[in-house]
Antibody, heavy 123, light 110 residues
Framework: QVTLRESGPALVKPTQTLTLTCTFS??????????VSWIRQPPGKALEWLAL???????YYSTSLKTRLTISKDTSKNQVVLTMTSMDPVDTATYYC???????????????WGQGMLVTVSS | QSVLTQPPSVSEAPRQRVTISCSGS????????VNWYQQVPGKAPKLLIY???LRPSGVSDRFSGSKSGTSASLAISGLQSEDEADYYC???????????FGPGTKVTVL
């Protein structure tokens, strides 16, 4: 059974750096075809993809946020960490981590999601 | 503003059929697979359709997906009250080098 769980601060102040951790089980990020992504959803709004890390440590970032984002993995701990700098109230959202499964030659799909955690940016 | 376009909402009576459209371009839907996600209010999204028209194990066959050119569709037949949710299409975008989500469509069962 695949599970993912997000953890981190529920409240951050403007200009601070947010660090979120995704702890997962039921699969290994060292397995070919496995990837983990971060996706966020502001209250009442649509899903927005943020970042993706592949089993081979290849990384992709949202073009609009790439200067503020860093994604990394610790395969031994089954964790993926996302840092986002210069937090602003508009970054208030529920942040999800999700597993991306891909067959060779395709871009894949998010087949398992964490429950999400609400991060509020406020002074 | 999303690069994928969906209607904001659709509604239909129970047991009827609804279709949700998702329009994109050659850099996303036209060249990559489309996936659909269902999000019940207050819950995490759930994979509904992948690789254009495949259903994960456990997803009802009342849900079906299709794609033609740069557009895709999700159909829900035999509409039930439990189908009330937001539905998102998604596809990899070659220009943005990452996945993009549509703005979502709210399905209401009258």
């Amino acid at each position: 059974q695949v599970t993912l769980r997000e953890s981190g601060p529920a409240l951050v102040k403007p200009t601070q750096t947010l660090t979120l951790t995704c702890t997962f089980s039921g699969f290994s990020l060292s397995t070919s075809g496995m990837s983990v992504s971060w996706i966020r959803q502001p209250p009442g709004k649509a899903l927005e993809w943020l970042a993706l890390i592949h089993w081979d440590d290849d990384k992709y970032y949202s073009t609009s946020l790439k200067t503020r984002l860093t994604i990394s993995k610790d395969t031994s701990k089954n964790q993926v960490v996302l840092t986002m700098t210069s937090m602003d109230p508009v970054d208030t959202a529920t942040y999800y981590c999700a597993r991306l499964t891909a067959v060779a030659g395709t871009n894949g799909y998010f087949d398992s999601w964490g429950q999400g955690m609400l991060v509020t940016v406020s002074s | 503003q999303s690069v994928l376009t969906q209607p904001p909402s659709v509604s239909e009576a129970p047991r009827q059929r609804v279709t949700i459209s998702c329009s994109g371009s050659s850099s996303n839907i036209g060249n990559n697979a489309v996936n659909w996600y269902q999000q019940v209010p207050g819950k995490a999204p759930k994979l509904l359709i992948y690789y254009d028209d495949l259903r994960p194990s456990g997803v009802s066959d009342r849900f079906s997906g299709s794609k033609s050119g740069t557009s895709a569709s999700l159909a829900i037949s035999g509409l039930q009250s439990e189908d009330e949710a937001d539905y998102y299409c998604a596809a990899w975008d070659d220009s943005l080098n990452g996945p993009v989500f549509g703005p979502g469509t709210k399905v209401t069962v009258l």
